[in-house]
Structure formats: structure tokens, C-alpha cells
């Protein structure tokens, strides 16, 4: 038997206003699929990804 797990990226804005809330259960399974994004679950359910710093951040003159 072959599994296939098909999986798209893509960008998505999502205005503050709008809240995210996941089980647990959900969250663990979104951040294993997602080990590059930071992500924090709060205790109310809420959703915070954190957006990525790159190499344009920091130090500028």
C-alpha cells in the first residue's frame, strides 16, 4: 500500500480582528507539518504564528 500526502503551500493575510482557535490535538498536527513556521497555541485556543525573520531584519544603517 502507498501513501501519498499531497501538501500546498500558500500565503494567506489574515486581518487582526480575526481570531484563530484550534484543539490541541489540531495544533499538534498543524505545527509537525509545519516545523518551519513558529507557532504558539494559546490557553484559550487561539492561534499565533509568528512571522519569520530574515536576513533583512536586524542590524540596518
Known amino acids: 500500500m502507498v501513501t501519498t500526502n499531497l ?12 481570531n484563530l482557535k484550534i484543539t490541541h490535538e489540531q495544533f499538534v498536527e498543524l505545527a509537525l507539518v509545519n ?9 484559550k485556543g487561539e492561534l499565533i504564528v509568528m512571522v519569520p525573520t530574515g536576513s533583512g531584519t536586524g542590524n540596518n544603517k
Do not use: F, G, H, Y
Open 7 to 18: 501538501v500546498q503551500t500558500i500565503a494567506v493575510n489574515i486581518p487582526k480582528e480575526i
Open 35 to 43: 516545523r518551519d513556521l513558529q507557532l504558539e497555541r494559546t490557553a
